[in-house]
C-alpha cells in the first residue's frame, strides 16, 4: 500500500538550476496537486491536474511546470530555480470525495 | 483574492481539556469546508469536513461548528491528547471548483501534559 510518494524528500541546489520533483500515486486518482508551504503562507497551491494530460494554473505557478502524461505521475519542475522557491513542496491527490486531498510526505527544497 | 484565515496561530492546551480552533473565510460563494491535521515532518490529513447546508458535523472526538452568518467554522477536539500536537488548517472548496481547495495559514495547537 504505497499510497503516495514524493521524491527526493531534501534536495539542495543551487540558483540557476533546474530541479525536477517527482510524485507517484498508486491509487488512480484523478486529480493531482502541487502546493508549496511556507512559514506565515500556510499551503499555496501551484498547478493542479484533473486527469492525465490535463493541467492548469493555482495560485502561485510562476517559474514552475508541470506534466501529466501518466495518470500515476505529476513530475514538478524549477525551470531556473531562484532563492525564493526554497520552500517545502507537497503532492497531494484526490478522487471523487470533494474536497479531500492525500498528502504525499513532502520534499524540503533549498536553493543556494 | 478572498482566502481562508484563522485568529490563533498557536494554541496551548492542557492535556485532557477540549481544545477550539477557529477560522474565519471570507469567500461566502465556498459552500464545503475541510480541516487538515499536520504533524511534524508529514503531510495533511483529511480530519473532517462539513457543508454549507449543515451546522454542526461531528466526527471521533471531533465537532466541527460552522456559522454562515458571520463565516466562521471552528474545530472542537475533545478531551485533548499529546498525539493531537499538530498543525490544523482549515480549507474551503467552492461550487465548481472541482477538487480544489483554498487553505488558510494553520492553527498550531500545543498539548501539556
Known amino acids: 500500500d504505497a499510497g503516495i510518494t514524493q521524491s527526493p524528500r531534501y534536495k539542495i541546489t543551487e540558483t540557476g538550476r533546474q530541479v525536477t520533483l517527482m510524485c507517484h500515486q498508486t491509487?488512480?486518482?484523478?486529480?493531482m496537486f502541487w502546493y508549496r508551504q511556507d512559514l506565515g503562507h500556510g499551503l499555496r497551491l501551484i498547478y493542479y491536474?484533473?486527469?492525465?494530460?490535463?493541467?492548469d494554473k493555482g495560485e502561485v505557478p510562476d517559474g514552475y511546470v508541470v506534466s501529466r502524461s501518466k495518470t500515476e505521475n505529476f513530475p514538478l519542475t524549477l525551470e531556473s530555480a531562484t532563492r525564493s522557491q526554497t520552500s517545502v513542496y507537497f503532492c497531494?491527490?484526490?478522487?471523487?470525495?470533494?474536497?479531500?486531498?492525500?498528502f504525499g510526505p513532502g520534499t524540503r527544497l533549498t536553493v543556494t | 483574492g478572498e482566502s481562508v484565515g484563522l485568529h490563533l496561530p498557536t494554541l496551548s492546551v492542557q492535556e485532557g481539556d477540549n481544545s477550539i480552533i477557529n477560522c474565519a473565510y471570507s469567500?461566502?460563494?465556498?459552500?464545503?469546508f475541510i480541516w487538515y491535521k499536520q504533524e511534524s515532518g508529514k503531510g495533511p490529513q483529511f480530519i473532517i469536513d462539513?457543508?454549507?447546508?449543515?451546522d454542526k458535523r461531528q466526527g471521533q472526538r471531533v465537532t466541527v461548528l460552522l456559522n454562515k452568518t458571520v463565516k466562521h467554522l471552528s474545530l472542537q477536539i475533545a478531551a485533548t491528547q499529546p498525539g493531537d500536537s499538530a498543525v490544523y488548517f482549515c480549507?474551503?472548496?467552492?461550487?465548481?471548483?472541482?477538487?480544489?481547495?483554498?487553505f488558510g495559514i494553520g492553527t498550531k495547537l500545543q498539548v501539556i501534559p
Open positions: 462539513i457543508r454549507s447546508n449543515m
Open positions: 491509487w488512480s486518482h484523478s486529480y
Open positions: 480549507a474551503e472548496n467552492l461550487s465548481g471548483g472541482y477538487q480544489k481547495v483554498t
Open positions: 491536474s484533473a486527469a492525465a494530460d490535463i493541467t
Open positions: 497531494a491527490s484526490s478522487n471523487w470525495e470533494r474536497g479531500k486531498q492525500y
Open positions: 469567500n461566502s460563494a465556498s459552500d464545503y
